[in-house]
């Protein structure tokens, strides 16, 4: 069990009565037994210095300097200034619009997106979206200078900016201050959304069998000898300040056939419709990005043979079975449900049909009301997921930050009131880094991750208050705690990425206990 030292950040007294007021430490909680309700919050697309790289004690924008945070370009010189934001840093329609040629010139640096001497955007304003793939992610990472972020996107100068957040802005940010916050956690697949969710039920990559043979044969990546960078068009601009890159197939599949950016379930609710005068709880299988069902193991198996109780509660995943048109919207609408965030819906095992699907694959209710509704009344099950709807979730291009940070601060308030708080473990993070810059390198670990520095927070009676948790963790530390905690056999995903990490001259990931005391 990790126990690596943790940083105290003080209290001020009335967050100090606040904790209490919502439960504090019971005397009689003496172990990891204790807890009897695992409660994980996946939000969208957030590295850590983008929401966090001011918090008070955590490993911030403060320990950055002018030299360790400039980007090079393509060819490995300094960039005199980033490169415009392309096609703009708001999303389409919003306003007021901060336009491409508003963005010119930039100093080669972190910005803040809501500085009122600079852009002014808010929290509030739903920005453009940033490449966040697979191959494009270890490019930017490069080898862990987190030097090329702007050299490999295709938002130009935007992936270093961030928000000067507070307690008066975020909500979860003083839910951070009152908690604990580990500032040392990584996303846990290079890339994209759909990776990471994979990787938070299976540590997995799911395949394509022969794929090459398949209507997904145009989907392989076109791939150099090193294995982590796509070969590059002969029409790609050789500087990331007169354009974006361009390769011979960014794909979603590996020359191997794993499946690493979107692709589609399926099952309903699917991003691909069913086929014509096909059977109508299925995605169509030959469209291209329709993904075959898996059959790795996932935590549920793990957690069904344990006769553990779990679900997935997937924001407003009844409306998407009802109604196509919620799927995919257009910016700011709602529900506009995620398909790819969907991870058991890639299962066979919980197929269209199955007891295990209509036990374990749960509407989360739009706005999270049948979610919220399971709180209240306490009978959430001992692991719990829960995914808030697209304009929820905080993800750049189609939502904006504070009414996804809103909304999970209300959901937490809830669990705090629930009659299974006293019990309750509650992490709240985010899929991966949504193309943003952070200037921790990730450790060394397998083929697959871990990928760049996010936020999370540890929440309970159990969690050590006011502390930021330095502990090396991913996002298969989350299923390392369900494991621990219920004593089951490890996934193979998680004893080969302790291997790989080992080899490296690493550590193993840790399970998140060493932010809690009992």
């Not at 407003?316 to 609408?333: F, P």
């Amino acid at each position: 069990m990790n126990k690596k030292l943790v940083l105290a950040v003080p209290l001020t007294a009335s967050i100090a009565l606040g904790l209490y007021a919502c439960g504090g430490n019971d005397d009689k909680h003496t172990d990891l037994n204790s807890v009897k309700n695992i409660v994980v919050i996946y939000a969208e697309n957030r590295s850590f210095d983008n929401l966090y790289g001011n918090f008070p004690g955590a490993n911030g924008l403060q320990s950055v300097t002018a030299a360790s945070a400039q980007q090079l370009d393509r060819d490995g010189s300094v960039l005199a200034t980033l490169p415009p934001i392309w096609n703009g840093l708001t999303a389409t329609g919003v306003t007021p619009a901060v336009t491409q040629a508003m963005t010119a010139n930039l100093p080669n640096a972190p910005f803040a997106i809501d500085d009122p001497a600079g852009f002014n955007t808010p929290l509030s304003l739903t920005t453009r979206d940033l490449y966040h793939r697979f191959y494009e992610n270890q490019m930017q990472i490069d080898g862990g200078k987190n030097d090329k972020f702007a050299a490999w996107a295709d938002s130009g100068g935007f992936v270093m900016g961030h928000y000067n957040t507070n307690a008066d802005k975020l909500p979860l940010y003083k839910i951070a201050q009152q908690y604990t916050l580990a500032d040392n956690f990584f996303m846990g697949a290079f890339g994209g959304s759909f990776l990471n969710h994979q990787w938070l039920v299976c540590a997995c990559t799911p395949i394509y069998q022969n794929a090459d043979k398949s209507v997904a044969a145009g989907s392989i990546s076109s791939v150099n000898a090193d294995g982590v960078s796509l070969k590059l068009a002969a029409n790609s601009p050789a500087s990331a300040i007169t354009g974006t890159p361009k390769f011979v197939n960014s794909g979603n599949l590996t020359p191997d056939f794993f499946a690493i950016n979107t692709m589609q379930p399926p099952y309903q609710p699917s991003g691909n419709a069913p086929a014509s005068g096909g059977d109508a709880t299925l995605a169509d299988p030959a469209v291209a990005t329709t993904l075959p069902p898996q059959t790795q193991t996932h935590i549920g198996d793990l957690l069904n043979t344990a006769n553990v109780s779990w679900a997935w509660y997937g924001g407003s995943w009844g409306a998407a079975l009802t109604d196509r048109t919620k799927i995919y919207g257009s910016t700011n609408s709602v529900p506009n449900f995620q398909t790819h965030h969907q991870p058991f819906n890639y299962f066979a095992d919980l197929a269209p049909g199955t007891t295990n699907r209509t036990q374990h694959l749960l509407d989360g209710g739009t706005d999270g009301t049948a979610f919220i509704a399971a709180i209240d009344a306490g009978t959430l099950p001992a692991v719990a997921f829960y995914k808030p709807q697209g304009n929820l979730n905080e993800h750049a291009g189609y939502t904006d930050v504070a009414s996804g940070d809103a909304h999970i601060a209300n959901v937490i308030q809830h669990l705090q009131a629930s009659p299974q708080w006293n019990n309750m473990v509650v992490v709240v993070t985010y899929d991966e880094n949504g193309g943003f810059w952070d200037h921790v390198s990730p450790p060394k670990g397998d083929r697959w991750g871990p990928g760049t520095r996010i936020p999370a927070l540890v929440i309970s009676p159990y969690a050590k208050k006011g502390f930021v948790d330095h502990t090396q963790y991913d996002t298969t530390s989350i299923l390392r705690l369900i494991t621990t905690r219920y004593s089951l056999p490890k996934l193979p995903g998680l004893t080969a990425r302790d291997a790989a990490m080992v080899a490296a001259g690493g550590k193993p990931m840790g399970d998140l206990t060493a932010a809690l005391q009992f």
